[in-house]
């Protein structure tokens, strides 16, 4: 069989066909929505998460998605790469901190363009000939608040300390360094500093 799941999560399966070397991205039916509510909302977010992919894929290193054929599914190029949270710490710590340096220059060309990931993290990067590839927007939209892009940065940091602790604190450097090209950059910093304090306060 050509056809085999990479992922299944509560919202949808990942299918790797390798006969035409491309993902589907398939949204689950929730049983516990009338059909015809169901078929609305997949639709819905099929088509949101494919125009978000089309507009990235413009900009930075992402999947450009196939036109759809089924109204729940999304077909895009493979990119045969490994997941960064995979790979990152096989590095030497300056190249991590160079690909680091990167990810925060691609989230700059994003945020330029008010597209907001959701869901910033390692996990959905993956690493090809040198380059970073922003995959699974299942979870953006747009917006040009300084809050919103001040989230996905910082769900990106708790990424990186969660994921790759030893030395998250210098990768996150990398990841700001790369994001100051962004002309709008300080004003997401400094909102990224009360994200954070609200975020301890709730902690303690």
């Known amino acids: 069989m050509s056809q085999k799941i990479l992922q299944q999560g509560a919202e949808a399966k990942i ?19 009338i059909q015809e509510l169901d078929n609305k909302i997949r639709k819905q977010r099929t088509k949101a998460e494919k125009k978000l992919l089309e507009k ?14 089924e109204f729940n599914r999304i077909e895009m190029p493979f990119i045969e790469g ?3 949270s995979e790979t990152l710490e096989t590095f030497q710590l300056e190249k991590q901190k160079e690909i ?3 990810i925060g220059e691609e989230t700059a060309r994003l ?70 090209d962004y002309k ?6 400094e909102r990224l500093k009360a994200v954070e304090k609200r975020g301890r306060y709730k902690h303690e």
């Open 111 to 180: 945020h330029k363009e008010d597209i907001i990931h959701g869901d910033l993290t390692t996990s959905n990067m993956i690493l090809k000939d040198n380059s970073v590839y922003f995959i699974d927007f299942g979870l953006g939209y747009i917006s040009k608040k300084i809050e919103d892009k001040a989230v996905d940065l910082h769900l990106l940091k708790q990424a990186l300390e969660a994921r790759h602790f030893k030395y998250w604190k210098i990768l996150f450097e990398g990841v700001v360094t790369g994001y100051g």
């Open 56 to 69: 990235a894929s413009k900009i930075i290193n992402a999947p450009n998605p196939h036109p759809l054929k």
């Open 82 to 84: 490994k997941k960064l």
């Open 100 to 102: 680091c340096v990167k």
């Open 15 to 33: 299918i790797l066909d390798e006969s035409k070397n491309i993902i589907i991205k398939d949204r689950i039916k929730k049983s516990y929505r």
């Open 184 to 189: 709008e950059s300080n004003k997401v910093l």
